[in-house]
């Protein structure tokens, strides 16, 4: 699901690019790598039923990785995407568990402050994605124990993102880096093991993300010249 997210992404900035260029007088474009910090407070609802059974308690903030573009005016409305994933584990003795989260989405966003050095804009992702719950209950020692006694579980329940941001881009030489601050929201089905549903916490992913996003493109100006503002009687 995630890679096509990555491939929506790029679509989507493609064609925001063209759209940019055909009609804003002055507009901004870029795209590339993602690195960002995802703080999951609601993971701890999670916890409260992994060590009731044995399980350590997993991190609640995990490393993410992705990417995304945009492309529109200077100081206006612009059109991207952008996505990312990551996960978090934790061991016991022989269990273990593993939350995996993978999304990303449409981005939609105002251009509100620019200089030649540097770039504010507020905006949201409007997409979804899927979450990956893995428990391994034991380490099996042989094949025959692995197939006598089955360790691994796995659920999976997919979800509609809403991410508002605010975002800080700077020129540093040949390429831009931006820095977004947003707030994740989640609207989740239920967990699904093989096509059963299974009801259980949390009831949304949520929490606060920063993202370091290093973008390589470009700031153009149209090559129609502007209309003159009426002289002055």
């Not at 093989?194 to 149209?222: D, N, Q």
């Amino acid at each position: 699901m995630v890679r096509w997210m990555t491939v929506c992404a790029l679509l989507l900035v493609c064609s925001a690019t063209a759209l940019a260029q055909d009609e804003f007088d002055d507009g901004i474009f870029g795209g590339g790598f993602m690195l960002g910090w995802l703080t999951l407070p609601t993971v701890s609802e999670i916890n409260d039923v992994l060590t009731v059974n044995g399980y350590a308690a997993l991190p609640e903030a995990m490393l993410t990785f992705g990417g995304g573009g945009y492309a529109g005016d200077v100081l206006g409305l612009r059109l991207g995407g952008r996505g990312g994933s990551g996960e978090a584990t934790a061991v016991r003795g022989e269990k273990a568990v593993k939350l995996e989260l993978g999304f990303g989405g449409l981005m939609l966003e105002y251009g509100v402050f620019a200089t030649e050095a540097a770039d504010v804009a507020a905006g949201v992702t409007l997409g979804g994605g899927e979450a990956t719950l893995s428990l391994r209950a034991h380490q099996p020692g042989t094949f025959e124990d692995a197939v006598a006694s089955p360790t691994n579980t796995v659920l999976t329940r997919g979800f509609f993102l809403v991410q508002p941001h605010l975002s800080l881009e700077v020129l540093l030489g040949f390429f831009k880096a931006r820095v977004y601050g947003s707030y994740v929201l989640t609207f989740a089905e239920p967990w699904m093991q093989r096509g059963v549903e299974l009801h259980g916490p949390p009831s949304a992913f949520r929490g606060w993300s920063v993202e370091l996003l290093l973008t390589f493109g470009m700031a153009f100006a149209s090559d129609e010249p502007k209309p003159k503002p009426p002289a002055g009687k």
